[in-house]
């Protein structure tokens, strides 16, 4: 039996990264693989659920400066590949590469980076960079979200004529539900942390722009962070805080996708967001600006929702109007369950079984 470990940040942690690897965690527990899951720090308890059969832990028991602990790092990494007899160990997100070559140098296992940005999006750290480098020199496989980022990589590094990056896209994490969604709730639905990668600050002036001539609707945020201060403030100083409800972080996420007519992504940059595959699961069509990967591979533009030019708040809002006001609602709904079933889980984890085993 393969025994595979996954090293995380933090497995206890709420996002989008996290959940993909609960969801493939769990595909390849139920497979029989041995699964293992490293936290660099706190991963004592999955916000997601996990198979019980998961072995689950973590280097150290509170976040730290891993620059400062570099060497302990590296050494923790080893000796815990080698006591669990680890077959494979799967980087979740290229960064920790910095830690991961030199700690599996010498040992007979394979490597697989697992990119959950874009190559372009380094979020201001040279380790990132520097963990991508390490990455196309000495890991065994290089796995991207998206074709379009499986191309960055191949340009960057001179990876072209190698089968060393494969694309794989995230899995949606539910089956597609029996759900109709209709322009009567009058209900745009946004997901996301509220961070200055989300673009809640392009969303706010958007949708001030087309608030008062969209009677009757309202955007429904559902999320925690950093800005959230300065974004309530942002809604009122746009005098649209009346139409934004922002809701916070939620569990159960099924009632708000329910009541949504669709879906709006606003992003400066993504890799392959989970809340787009989820929005897509419940049939809802979606407006997102077209960022350097992820909604192109999710939406096709005037069909199951509208593709709009990067961070330009005018597009934005024609493209809200537009689905508004939309006679053919009933065929982007159609179009969005269509492509959701091409990232049905049973499809993802086949990919995934492939890359392991060759």
């Given at each position: 039996m393969s025994s595979i470990a996954f090293l995380i940040g933090s497995i206890n942690h709420s996002g989008g990264t996290e959940r993909v690897t609960t969801l493939i965690a769990n595909e390849l527990a139920k497979a029989n693989y041995e699964v293992s899951i490293l936290s660099l720090w706190d991963g004592d308890q999955s916000f997601f659920v996990l198979d019980s059969k998961i072995n689950v832990t973590s280097l150290f028991p509170q976040q730290i400066s891993m620059r400062k602990n570099f060497f302990s790092a590296v050494s923790k990494i080893r000796q815990f590949?080698?006591?669990?007899k680890i077959d494979t160990l799967i980087v979740v997100d290229s960064i920790s590469c910095v830690f991961t070559v030199p700690a599996l140098l010498g040992l007979n296992i394979k490597h697989i980076c697992w990119e959950h940005f874009n190559l372009k999006v380094n979020l201001g750290s040279k380790f990132r960079d520097l963990g991508r480098w390490m990455a196309s020199k000495w890991c065994d496989k290089i796995v991207t979200l998206t074709e379009r980022d499986k191309s960055f990589w191949d340009e960057n590094?001179?990876?072209?004529?190698?089968?060393k990056v494969i694309a794989i896209a995230n899995p949606s994490p539910f089956s597609l539900q029996d759900n109709v969604p209709s322009l009567e709730y009058k209900n745009i639905l946004c997901v996301g942390r509220l961070t200055y990668q989300k673009g809640f600050d392009l969303l706010i002036p958007a949708w001030a722009k087309i608030a008062d001539t969209l009677v009757g609707w309202k955007i429904t945020i559902v999320g925690t962070g950093e800005d959230e201060e300065m974004l309530k403030q942002m809604a009122i100083d746009y005098k649209v805080d009346q139409s934004i409800d922002f809701v916070?972080?939620?569990?159960?996420m099924d009632q708000f996708y329910r009541k949504a007519s669709f879906f709006c992504m606003s992003s400066r940059f993504e890799g392959l967001p989970m809340v787009l595959l989820e929005a897509q699961s419940y049939g809802l069509p979606i407006v997102a600006f077209d960022c350097d990967t992820g909604p192109a591979e999710v939406i096709v533009n005037s069909k199951n929702g509208f593709?709009?030019?990067?961070?330009?708040?005018?597009?934005?809002t024609e493209s809200i109007v537009?689905?508004?006001?939309?006679?053919y609602f009933e065929s982007f709904i159609q179009a969005s369950f269509e492509k959701s079933d091409g990232f049905n889980i049973k499809?993802?984890?086949?990919?995934w079984s492939k890359v392991i085993e060759d």
């Open positions: 590949c080698i006591n669990n590094f001179g990876l072209t004529s190698t089968n916070g972080q939620q569990k159960n593709l709009t030019k990067k961070e330009d708040i005018r597009s934005l537009s689905l508004v006001h939309t006679d499809n993802i984890i086949q990919h």
